[in-house]
């Protein structure tokens, strides 16, 4: 139906190649580029039907803008990391090509991740009849479809959200991210932040947290977050009173980022080195393992969910609805790990939606702005299928 451009090769990436594999009919022609070619070519070679490869940096617009006149996609899926939002939507827009990401705009220099950037660019991509579908991963991405899923079903008013994030994975490491660790680690050390009637509260970070009882996995703790699906919700959810964003962690995760925390490793600003500036963070991310790597060995399941609360028929209603995704079956069934296939699964699904029209529209918009029908029914489908449950309401 149309040529797919996919930037970026590495977990997440990988995992997008492999599923609009899997769909020829949707995706006739698929080309991966990314900085090192040894990455597109090696994930080339598992497939069982040709792809093209190329090398771009993906910070340089102009580059961009030649492989993309090059090649002639009909869609670019980023998959590089959200320091490169910009600089392709730039490229999309001179191309005059649909862009699709799965994580927000984040400064190189500074910690931050905010839509403001890239909704920005919505007169822009208006006026030149192009869509782009941003935040169109897990979560980011599948949340808010759950959320538009609920709002549209379930619910008459939808006073509170709590999303909530569980990896009880092992994989073997004392210390290792599950997606790019630099992006991972700017994160998770982040203040916390919630929305509470209206307003943005901020919380140190880590240092809210609960137990919860996972389906399928029992209970984890899990600590209080700001993540970016949140952003969005708040303002395409309407009447919410309270979201709040929740991650699992390991106490061996914790205790090593705590350390490296306190002797400067997660520092992102630069330090001199033996007559060289390095960024500390940056040195981390070499030592640590590439979450590519992680897969062989990868037990244990993720559950990702919303549990969501309000109002249906004048009476109040409690609502979970979640996805169980196991690390080994994703190795066996694409070499991948559930992180990155939660990830690109999601993406491969929104590139989908767009190509066929089921999501059309002109500007900048997040999943939640649109039918989440024909998504939901392809999530099972192509191998994250979800449950919903009805709970007795507080
Ligand atoms: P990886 O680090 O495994 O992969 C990133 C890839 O992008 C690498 O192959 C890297 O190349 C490439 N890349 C980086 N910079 C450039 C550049 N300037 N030009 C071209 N290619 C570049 O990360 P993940 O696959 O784990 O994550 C990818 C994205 O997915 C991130 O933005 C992350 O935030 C997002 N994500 C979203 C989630 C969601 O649920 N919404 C969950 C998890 C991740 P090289 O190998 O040369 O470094």
Same mark, same amino acid.
């Given at each position: 139906?149309?040529?797919?451009?996919? #930037?970026?090769?590495?977990?997440?990436?990988?995992?997008?190649?492999?599923? !609009?594999?899997?769909?020829?009919?949707? =995706?006739?022609? *698929? *080309?991966? $580029?990314?900085?090192? /070619?040894?990455?597109c070519e090696k994930i080339k070679n598992q497939l069982s039907r040709p792809i093209e490869t190329a090398k771009v940096d993906a910070d340089n617009t102009e580059e961009l803008i030649a492989l993309i006149g090059k090649t002639s996609p009909a869609l670019v899926i980023n998959t590089a990391l959200p320091?490169?939002?910009?600089?392709?939507m730039e490229a999309c827009l001179a191309t005059g090509v649909d862009y699709l990401d799965t994580a927000n705009y984040e400064p190189p220099d500074e910690a931050r991740f905010c839509y403001k950037w890239q909704w920005d660019y919505n007169?822009? +991509?208006?006026?030149?009849?192009?869509? $782009?579908?941003?935040? !169109?991963? =897990?979560?980011?991405?599948?949340?808010?479809? =759950? !959320?538009a899923h609920a709002a549209k079903n379930h +619910?008459?008013? #939808?006073?509170? *959200?709590? /999303?909530?994030? !569980?990896?009880?994975?092992?994989?073997?490491h004392p210390f290792a991210t599950n997606f790019n660790p630099e992006i991972n680690i700017r994160e998770v050390t982040a203040?916390?932040? =919630?929305?509470?009637?209206?307003k943005w509260m901020e919380t140190e970070p880590l240092s809210v947290h609960k137990t919860f009882d996972f389906p399928e996995i029992g209970p984890k703790e899990m600590y209080l977050m700001y993540h970016e699906e949140m952003e969005s919700l708040a303002k395409n959810i309407p009447g919410i009173k309270r979201m709040r964003f929740w991650m699992t962690f390991s106490q061996e995760y914790l205790t090593h980022l705590r350390v490296l925390q306190n002797v400067g490793m997660t520092r992102i600003d630069p330090v001199e080195y033996e007559g060289r500036s390095i960024v500390p963070l940056k040195f981390l991310k070499a030592l640590l393992p590439e979450p590519t790597s992680l897969c062989e060995n990868y037990s244990g399941k993720t559950c990702i969910g919303c549990m969501i609360e309000g109002i249906k028929d004048g009476k109040p209603k409690k609502y979970y609805i979640y996805n169980i995704c196991d690390h080994a079956e994703c190795y066996r069934e694409i070499g991948a790990q559930a992180i990155s296939y939660t990830t690109g699964v999601p993406a491969m699904i929104g590139a989908m939606m767009m190509l066929t029209g089921k999501w059309k529209g002109k500007g900048v918009f997040n999943v939640e702005e649109f039918d989440p029908a024909p998504f939901m029914e392809k999530l099972g489908k192509y191998g994250l299928p979800w449950t919903e449950k009805i709970l007795a309401a507080s």
């Open positions: 139906m149309g040529k797919v451009l996919i #930037i970026g090769a590495g977990g997440v990436g990988g995992v997008v190649v492999h599923k !609009c594999a899997q769909a020829p009919e949707v =995706f006739p022609e *698929i *080309i991966l $580029a990314s900085r090192t /070619i040894e990455k320091y490169q939002d910009l600089s392709i007169e822009r +991509f208006k006026e030149k009849g192009l869509m $782009a579908l941003l935040g !169109c991963g =897990f979560d980011p991405g599948v949340t808010n479809i =759950f !959320c +619910f008459d008013e #939808i006073h509170y *959200i709590d /999303i909530m994030d !569980c990896n009880a994975g092992d994989h073997g203040r916390g932040r =919630f929305y509470e009637n209206g």
